[in-house]
């Protein structure tokens, strides 16, 4: 399989806006560079600073739905798309994530979305409309993530692309702006500024965080659009048996991505 049948099946053309393999890859408009993201995994930053040095002119302002509904119709993102199936190299930036902030990143994400609750209750078997615990959420993930079964949030942050041309320049979120910068200046690409940074870091996800360390891990939170704004820090849903189901299941990106199993700072 060659990386022209990647970006076919990865981004069906880029008409769809999700598969089971991730946030499809967007393509730079006057640069041989393809930005590859995942969710949970820092994806509306990496939208955010592919529209920081592509700009579009929308009135949207969420950056997912610039991604979606302006980004991936235009004809100038299609060209290059197009462009880079029949074989233009290109240049692949690809963000990621450390697997544990990732898993209770997802976690948290998954009790304020409808949509993947339903394969979380059909594994467990039960109802779950009033909440369920990161413990339990892992349980479902670790027997949905290897049949492509869960919601992409939970799933591993590997693409097919990952898996055909290696990524010329990794970035993993935890490395700040001058590892982004230093991107850029072998890119070519103007550099993004220490406000600028802060600026594209910050989502509508943001959580306000509190100071408590009691372990959250198998306690069951609320379910709801607006639930769990405020929450303690990601290392208190862990214990070690929860760290060591997270090895389990997202093994290949620790490999992959070069993580270690260690909870960062």
């Known amino acids: 399989m060659t990386l022209a049948d990647a970006m076919r099946r990865d981004g069906r053309y880029l008409a769809e806006h999700y598969g089971v393999y991730g946030t499809i890859p967007m393509v730079f408009r006057d640069a041989p560079i393809v930005l590859v993201m995942a969710g949970r995994a820092g994806s509306s930053f990496a939208v955010k600073w592919f529209l920081h040095h592509n700009p579009v002119e929308t009135d949207f302002v969420w950056a997912h739905r610039i991604r979606v509904d302006v980004v991936y119709p235009a004809p100038w993102h299609k060209q290059r798309v197009q462009e880079v199936?029949?074989?233009?190299?290109?240049?692949?930036?690809?963000?990621?994530?450390?697997p544990y902030p990732r898993a209770v990143s997802a976690y948290l994400h998954s009790l304020r979305q409808a949509r993947p609750r339903g394969p979380i209750a059909?594994?467990?078997g039960q109802d779950i409309d009033a909440g369920y615990s990161f413990a339990q959420y892992l349980d479902a993930m670790?027997?949905?993530?290897?049949?492509?079964?869960?919601d992409e949030h939970g799933y591993l942050q590997?693409?097919?692309?990952?898996?055909?041309?290696?990524?010329?320049?990794?970035?993993?979120?935890e490395d700040g702006p001058e590892a982004l910068r230093a991107i850029e200046a072998s890119l070519d690409l103007a550099p993004t500024d220490g406000a600028t940074y802060e600026r594209l870091r910050r989502t509508k996800h943001d959580h306000a965080y509190l100071a408590s360390t009691e372990f959250l891990g198998r306690t069951v939170l609320e379910t709801g659009r607006d639930a769990?704004?405020?929450?303690?820090?990601?290392?208190?849903?862990?214990?070690?048996?929860?760290?060591?189901q997270v090895d389990r299941i997202y093994q290949e990106d620790f490999e992959r991505f070069g993580y270690q199993h260690e909870l960062p700072a």
């Open 228 to 244: 769990n704004r405020t929450v303690q820090r990601f290392p208190t849903f862990y214990d070690d048996d929860l760290l060591a």
């Open 122 to 124: 059909a594994f467990l």
């Open 142 to 150: 670790e027997a949905l993530v290897p049949v492509a079964g869960c």
């Open 85 to 98: 199936i029949d074989g233009e190299p290109v240049a692949i930036v690809r963000f990621t994530r450390h």
């Open 158 to 173: 590997r693409t097919l692309l990952d898996t055909l041309q290696p990524v010329s320049h990794p970035y993993r979120v």
